[in-house]
């Protein structure tokens, strides 16, 4: 299982952290991302990282996001800054066996993120 915390309400500009933690039967997460789903469209895939930590994002939140892990004890992260009302929404985090393909796997619950402008 995977559980994503660290969604808020912050005004534009500012920043979140949000966490991804894995547990349970999780044998092999390869590679781990974070997806979101905003108002009125379709979830998106935003940021992954593979075992060997090289990291890809979606051209929407290159330069203002970053997302690293702790490989070892499957806990990912999603450092937000700079961040724009389009930015809201829910955030999904994931996991997959796969190091070279967009993580699916295992998916988190979800947490919400706003930002008021």
């Known amino acids: 299982q995977l559980q994503a915390s660290g969604g808020g309400l912050v005004q534009a500009g500012e920043s979140l952290r949000l966490s991804c933690e894995g547990s349970?039967?999780?044998?092999?997460?390869?590679?781990m991302g974070w997806y979101r789903q905003t108002p009125g469209k379709q979830r998106q895939w935003v940021a992954d990282?593979?075992?060997?930590?090289?990291?890809l994002y979606a051209d929407f939140v290159k330069g203002r996001f970053t997302i690293s892990r702790d490989h070892f004890s499957k806990i990912m992260f999603l450092q937000m800054n700079d961040l724009k009302p389009e930015d809201t929404g829910v955030y999904y985090c994931?996991?997959?066996?796969?190091?070279?393909?967009?993580?699916?796997?295992?998916w988190g619950q979800g947490t919400l993120v706003t930002v008021s402008s």
């Open positions: 994931a996991g997959g066996y796969s190091d070279y393909a967009p993580p699916s796997d295992f």
């Open positions: 990282i593979n075992s060997n930590r090289v990291k």
């Open positions: 349970g039967n999780i044998l092999e997460i390869n590679r």
